[in-house]
């Protein structure tokens, strides 16, 4: 089974490519949070899998909670949750594959100790750089239509090696921790987390056509049309999906993100 979150897509295209290649289940982890879905059954022998897009050197929050309340049982009577304690059933194979524009610093420390927290042991990792989708702060910027597609075609090369590899159940941890990782991760995330994941600072201009696609477009539900004009509702894990979406360019956080241009997963 595997658990995944996306914003503007580069992480969806990777578990779908995943999912494909081990012909797995995928769990959207905002849609299973929404409806207070956290208990599952694996099958025996079955991994157990995490996609999800770094956050400022980390994996994002609404994915640690997740994870923090995830309870999964191995075979058909077995328990395997919290307290990590297993019966007949034990999970056979834990990994998880990020995606960063960059580096994660040490989200794979932070990821492991979660899991470990569960009694659950990571058996590999795999950082993937996709385009840059954060640019919600001066000095950020997209990669050029060029770059993008140079590491989108990487991370499909990547893929096809690690695949088997995962398939084979074979440990390994294949990162792209960056310089200053622990300052990075350590330091700057949970600053990120609590002052700069809010919407407090999108708005939109009066190039909005009012087609919603931003409504569409949010993982969280958290962007309503209110007389035809968006509405951020105070839910937000800042992946800027809602920003990157818009066909007419409408949205903006801050001065942040005036003339910065647009990019998910299949617009190029
Ligand atoms: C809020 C936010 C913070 C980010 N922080 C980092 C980071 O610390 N390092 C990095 O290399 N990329 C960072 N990125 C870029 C994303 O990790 C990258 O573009 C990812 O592939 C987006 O995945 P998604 O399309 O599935 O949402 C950040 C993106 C967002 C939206
Ligand atoms: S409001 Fe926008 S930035 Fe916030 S979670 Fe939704 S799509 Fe992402
Ligand atoms: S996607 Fe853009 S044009 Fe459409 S409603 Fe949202 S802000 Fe307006």
Excluded at 108 to 114: G, L, P, S
Excluded at 128 to 139: N, V
Excluded at 204 to 223: F, R
Excluded at 250 to 257: F, M, P, S
């Amino acid at each position: 089974m595997l658990f995944y979150f996306s914003g503007c897509g580069n992480s969806k295209h990777v578990a779908e490519t995943i999912a494909a290649g081990l012909n797995d289940k995928m769990v959207f982890i905002p849609e299973a949070a929404r409806e207070g879905r956290y208990e599952y059954e694996l099958a025996e022998g079955e991994s157990l899998g995490f996609v999800f897009p770094i956050y400022a050197w980390g994996p994002p929050k609404l994915v640690m909670s997740f994870v923090k309340k995830l309870s999964v049982k191995v075979g058909p009577s077995t328990l395997r949750g919290a307290s990590g304690t297993a019966g007949s059933g034990t999970l056979s194979y834990v990994y998880f594959a990020c995606t960063c524009g960059d580096e994660c610093g040490l989200a794979e420390d932070i990821f492991r100790k979660a899991l470990e927290q569960k009694g659950w042991k990571l058996d590999a990792c795999l950082s993937l750089q996709m385009p840059e989708t954060f640019i919600g702060m001066p000095g950020f910027k997209l990669d050029t239509d060029e770059n993008a597609q140079r590491k989108i075609a990487a991370t499909d090369t990547v893929l096809a090696e690690y695949i088997p590899r995962i398939q084979n159940k074979e440990s390994f941890s294949k990162m792209t921790k960056g310089g200053a990782a622990w300052f990075k991760s350590r330091l700057i995330n949970p600053g990120f987390s609590k002052m700069a994941t809010n919407d407090k600072k999108y708005y939109t201009t009066d190039a909005c056509i009012h087609c919603g696609k931003c409504v569409e477009a949010c993982p969280l539900e958290n962007v309503t049309l209110e007389d035809g004009r968006p509405k951020w509702n105070g839910n937000c894990t800042m992946c800027m999906s809602c920003y990157h979406h818009c066909p007419v360019n409408a949205i903006q956080y801050g001065k942040a993100t005036v003339g910065k241009g647009q990019y998910y997963y299949g617009r190029l």
